[in-house]
């Protein structure tokens, strides 16, 4: 009713009418006629930034559409994962850079390059083997990796915290080596 109503004003006084809303109800109300004029508003992942963008400019928006009318597709997260995609080449190429200094032990990744064993042959097969259960519990490859890193340093006697609101990542007990027993003299 309230899309009918601005549809109406506009054309009588023959003005644009601008809206703004978050609400997938009274998105679900715009036609397929109306996906020329739809702008959304997301963070830009470089400047943090809000930016603007005509909705029929985003990459994807058939196979979008597809999923079902735009309320639901906002509501489900979808029109943002897109949004979000677009920048991935980006985000590849920067972490691609991060990984040749890590490789080239160029300052400051120099100082991860005694985790060199963790992502060799043999630590690359550990994390494969043990990837699908903790998959299945539902932890991402990330804090898995995490976890190994953390342990790493535990086991070469450094005092290890790892700082963070995960439940799952709180709870992991660091792999200890046993204390050398020492003599008396």
Do not use: C
């Amino acid at each position: 009713m309230l899309i009918k109503m601005l549809r109406t004003v506009g054309g009588d006084r023959h003005i644009d009418v601008l809206a703004s809303t978050h609400n997938p109800a009274l998105l679900n109300r715009l036609g397929p006629e109306m996906v020329p004029f739809v702008v959304v508003a997301h963070r830009s992942p470089h400047s943090g930034l809000s930016e603007l963008t005509l909705l029929e400019d985003v990459a994807n928006l058939p196979k979008l559409m597809a999923v079902g009318p735009l309320g639901q597709v906002t509501a489900s997260g979808a029109l943002e994962r897109s949004l979000a995609s677009q920048y991935r080449f980006e985000r590849a190429t920067a972490l691609a850079e991060l990984m040749s200094k890590a490789a080239d032990e160029a300052s400051p990744w120099a100082a991860f390059s005694d985790q060199q064993t963790l992502w060799a042959a043999e630590g690359l097969k550990k994390l494969a083997a043990e990837w699908p259960k903790l998959a299945a519990q539902k932890l991402s490859i990330g804090d898995a990796t995490i976890t190994q890193v953390a342990d790493h340093y535990a086991q070469m006697g450094f005092q290890v915290e790892i700082y963070t609101g995960d439940q799952g990542l709180k709870a992991h007990q660091l792999a200890v080596p046993p204390p050398q027993p020492r003599r008396r003299k």
